[in-house]
């Protein structure tokens, strides 16, 4: 009866056999293969030390007071510097970091340079607070510094010479209540006028011929250094205005004018081209690029021809 509780099966044998290997090779390899080397606890506080410190380093990357190149710990130290001429050893000993360094050496091989201790505050990546600390140290040497310019003191004769000149013109202004044609006077009549000289002649000339004359003495004030004070010393001439043929005027001679811009000298192109000829400033009105103001300043300017 008890034959029959270990009685196995031919496959059944077979897995007991693989198992009782199987045991065998697990106690000869606790036996034969060395198990881990215990560490004492100095040494696994000593080991886990060194790998916060590799940590701390590896994110800060620069030691608070120290700064580490090619393999060295250069310490902090503020002493006197010229940005001009400082290397990147003498940048770095002064605290600044590797970038910051980097900027400096750049923009001085790209030919710029320090003139005063302010301008170093403009590197890149320099913080306020870091130049305020290094500003007490900084000393610009003097070939970096501009030199004066010295103006050549007048000898009574240049003296003399532009005492005349200035007399002469002052001679040759027009008296008060005087009035120029704003259409017809030219440069020298305009010049005759207080507080008028050459260039702003020129300049109110040069917009007049680009407009085709003026039709308000306001439009004077759209030339620059003209003040209001000045409009009083012109009257508006009985002169026409150059009109301008907008159905015939090409696409550069109707941008040239001052008070059409590039996008509107191109609508009206493209309405001539798709829809014929412009009639009427109320063809424009329908384009967004057109605005009411736009319309009232160029329709003095402007046929249909």
């Known amino acids: 009866m008890w034959k029959d509780f270990f009685y196995y099966t031919k496959s059944e044998r077979r897995a007991v056999y693989v198992l009782l290997v199987l045991i065998a090779l697990l106690v000869v390899a606790i036996v034969v293969v060395p198990g881990p080397v215990e560490h004492s606890a100095t040494e696994m506080l000593s080991a886990d030390s060194v790998k916060r410190e590799n940590i701390a380093t590896q994110t800060d990357g620069w030691k608070k007071d120290s700064y580490a190149v090619k393999g060295k710990d250069i310490p902090v130290s503020l002493v006197l510097f010229d940005p001009n001429l400082a290397d990147s050893i003498e940048l770095v000993r002064l605290g600044l970091p590797p970038y910051v360094v980097r900027n400096v050496i750049k923009y001085r091989q790209k030919g710029g340079c320090f003139r005063t201790p302010e301008s170093f505050s403009r590197i890149y990546g320099l913080t306020e607070e870091k130049f305020e600390e290094l500003k007490p140290y900084i000393r610009i040497s003097d070939s970096f510094v501009p030199k004066p310019t010295m103006r050549k003191p007048e000898s009574p004769q240049t003296s003399w010479k532009s005492e005349k000149k200035d ?4 001679q040759f202004k027009y008296p008060e209540g005087t009035l120029l ?5 030219d440069t020298t009549e305009m010049k005759k006028i207080p507080g008028i000289g050459s260039g702003i002649s020129k300049m109110i000339v040069a917009y007049r011929e680009r407009l085709g004359g ?5 439009q004077l004030a759209e030339v620059k250094f003209v003040t209001p004070e000045l409009l009083e010393w012109f009257t508006l001439d009985e002169v026409e205005v150059r009109k301008l043929s907008i159905n015939k005027a090409s696409l550069e001679e109707l941008r040239a ?3 059409i811009n590039y996008y509107q000298a191109k609508v009206m192109v493209e309405h001539r081209r798709k829809k014929g000829k412009i009639t009427s400033l109320s063809q424009l009105s329908l384009y967004e690029e057109f605005t009411e103001k736009d319309l009232q300043r160029i329709f003095p300017y402007i046929s249909f021809d």
């Open 181 to 185: 044609a704003v259409n017809g006077a």
């Open 214 to 218: 003026f039709y308000s003495l306001e």
């Open 167 to 170: 007399t002469f013109q002052r």
């Open 257 to 259: 004018h001052p008070y």
